[in-house]
């Protein structure tokens, strides 16, 4: 199968390292063409692109990259979605794609065109409710008409994808079920649940060498700490520092000595700068950014992992990527309810402990479990990844949504 790939997600961003190439890397090794169409950051060391240019040479994918453009506000983004457009276009009429992949909701622009214009079968990978995203995170106000405007735009055109698509993918079986409440059981019924998967083979703690992991403690002054408490990625607009914070700080009443890990590319002066606010003290903070093939190693410092995210609307069809590695290295995790499959895996798998809210009750509620849920047996919480967010199922699940899609049919 001839494939356009188009995301505006730059492949050097640490969601195209870890959830697209993984995933195309497969794909091509099973026959399928590929090329991709993204857009990366400026910032990106030139080195980094020639990481990604090597691997994807190696694995016979096309790239084609673009600029993805900050300023001015607004009019960069309309440029960005023009170029993606275009480009798009010229890269079909130059090869002939018999299925043009979209990472959501901009690049799905491309997809529609290209789908109305051509014929080119059109695979809607939403990966959210994007535009309920914007607003939910605080990134559009509905209180200023341009941004009301956008939101109108897409909302509309969201109707379009799904309706148009000759595939949809959504990360989540929550997310699925608004899809038919909201588009009905036709658009339901051409969707695929495929979430954000994890290498296995590289996040597995039996790859971790222990003078490694004892020297990593020794560089982040670990060393003899009692627990570990971490949280791995972003911080901000979804993902609730504060709280998490204050949890934490329960947390060390219990565990005296506690560190908190943060395995971040954020701001350490920013991160200790909100641990300060709830009342905790710079030294209880160790932050530390990692690679993607590093993170591993920086994971398997934990006794237990936290996220916390916003539970609204737009998170129905989230599928943190985070949930899908912790639980592949063994580490029990705590986390809240509403977001996405999330309230499913936790109640039937033994991965940890899920919180229906932040108050102090319920925090001390998860706190008590501390000690049960370490005892439990690592194996058990990789074993559930492996069936939950293996890979290769994944990769397997595009694959035969391909063939379906393709004159050739199943293979």
């Known amino acids: 199968m001839e494939i356009l790939y188009v ?11 870890s959830q697209v190439i993984p995933y195309l890397e497969g794909l091509a090794k099973l026959g399928h063409t590929i ?9 990106i060391p030139e080195a980094e692109k020639a990481e990604v240019q090597e691997n994807f040479n190696t694995h016979g994918i096309g790239w084609t990259r673009l600029v993805f453009s900050t300023t001015p506000p607004g009019i960069s983004k309309i440029a960005d979605i023009y170029r993606i457009v275009s480009t798009a276009r010229k890269l079909h009429q130059k090869h002939g794609f ?6 959501s909701y901009i690049a799905a622009l491309a997809g529609l065109e290209l789908k109305k214009r051509y014929g080119v079968r059109f695979v809607f990978d939403m990966r959210g409710f994007w535009a309920n995203e914007r607003i939910e995170g605080d990134i559009w106000n509905l209180n200023n008409p341009v941004y009301k405007l956008i939101y109108r735009y897409f909302k509309r055109k969201e109707a379009q994808f799904f309706f148009h698509a000759d595939a949809v993918i959504s990360l989540t079986h929550s997310g699925k079920k608004v899809i038919e409440d909201l588009f009905g059981k036709v658009v339901a019924a051409k969707t ?3 979430p954000c998967c994890v290498d296995t083979r590289l996040f597995s703690s039996g790859n971790i060498k ?3 992991l004892q020297q990593k403690k020794l560089e982040l002054g670990l060393n003899g700490c009692p627990f570990v408490l971490s949280y791995l990625g972003s911080i901000g607009t979804w993902y609730m520092t504060h709280e998490m914070m204050l949890f934490y700080k329960k947390l060390k009443i219990r565990k ?6 943060f395995i971040s590319g954020d701001d350490p002066a920013f991160i200790k700068e909100k641990a300060m606010e709830a009342g905790l003290e710079e030294s209880d903070i160790v932050v530390a950014k990692a690679g993607r093939k590093q993170v591993p190693l920086y994971l398997a410092l934990s006794s237990l992992s936290v996220f916390f995210i916003r539970p609204v609307f737009s998170k129905k069809a989230s599928s943190p990527t985070k949930q899908a590695e912790i639980m592949s290295m063994g580490i029990p995790l705590v986390c809240n309810a509403g977001i996405g499959d999330t309230d499913e895996i936790m109640q039937e798998e033994r991965a940890g402990i899920l919180l229906e809210n932040f ?5 001390d509620k998860a706190l008590n479990r501390i000690d049960e849920v370490l005892a439990w047996n690592p194996d058990d919480i990789r074993a559930a990844a492996i069936k939950r967010f293996s890979l290769e199922d994944g990769v397997e699940s595009y694959h035969y949504i391909y063939m379906k899609l ?3 049919g199943i293979a």
């Open 7 to 17: 995301s505006y997600d730059g492949m050097t961003d640490a969601l195209g390292r």
């Open 35 to 43: 090329h991709v169409l993204s857009c990366e950051k400026k910032h």
């Open 210 to 212: 222990p003078e490694v």
């Open 359 to 363: 108050s102090d009750e319920e925090f």
């Open 406 to 408: 393709s004159d050739k």
């Open 98 to 103: 018999q299925i043009v992949h979209c990472r």
């Open 192 to 194: 695929t649940v495929i």
């Open 256 to 261: 005296p000595g506690a560190r908190f890990l």
